[in-house]
């Protein structure tokens, strides 16, 4: 085999490197491209609930969506640990929030940072400065290993075949003489 048979052989792993790359170097840029905001740039808005349901997105994880009379939705972003939301807020209920609103690709999410019913703050401001982004730079230094490793792969093969290839054209030579003319 010469070395475009190999190139050819491990396309797919060279397509993954270039992708594991491409995601090392997005992943620390997502805070930076979803960014949430401070609490002066949050909007005041008053609203009557409909419904407030549980969100599983994935294990491990949970929030809580508000949906207004007026069929909007708000996820609840705020620090809501030590309170009973679903005691406090009900359908017909009418609440103060302060929300901010982030666009990915085509759609707009609204997030409730926080939530005053009757007076009482249900849900307090958080400014969510450390929420987890040292994962997201661990992933990124993770991704950009595989692709290393990936790429080392495919050189190693490349360097293991020409060794290959000398060794028997070397065989070749001692038994027969030279094979070129």
Known sequence: MNDKDIIKSNIFIIICAVVFVLVGVLLPLVPVLIPTAE???????????????????YKGTTYHRITTADGEQYNITGDYTNTD??????????????????????????????????????????????????????????????AI???????????????????RDRKIIKKYGSVRK
């Open 39 to 57: 609490y002066s740039e949050l909007i005041d808005k008053e609203i009557v609930i409909q419904s407030v349901e549980r969100i599983h997105p």
């Open 85 to 146: 939301v679903d005691k406090y807020l009900y359908e017909g209920q009418i609440a103060a929030i302060k929300y901010y609103e982030n666009q990915l690709l085509f759609k707009t999410k609204k997030y409730a940072e926080v939530i005053t019913v009757d007076g009482i703050s249900i849900v307090h401001y958080d400014n969510d400065k450390d929420n987890g982004i040292w994962v997201l730079h661990l992933l990124s230094v993770c991704c950009i290993l595989i």
């Open 149 to 167: 490793g990936a790429v080392w792969f495919v050189v190693w093969q490349i360097k293991s075949n020409r060794k290959k290839r000398a060794k």
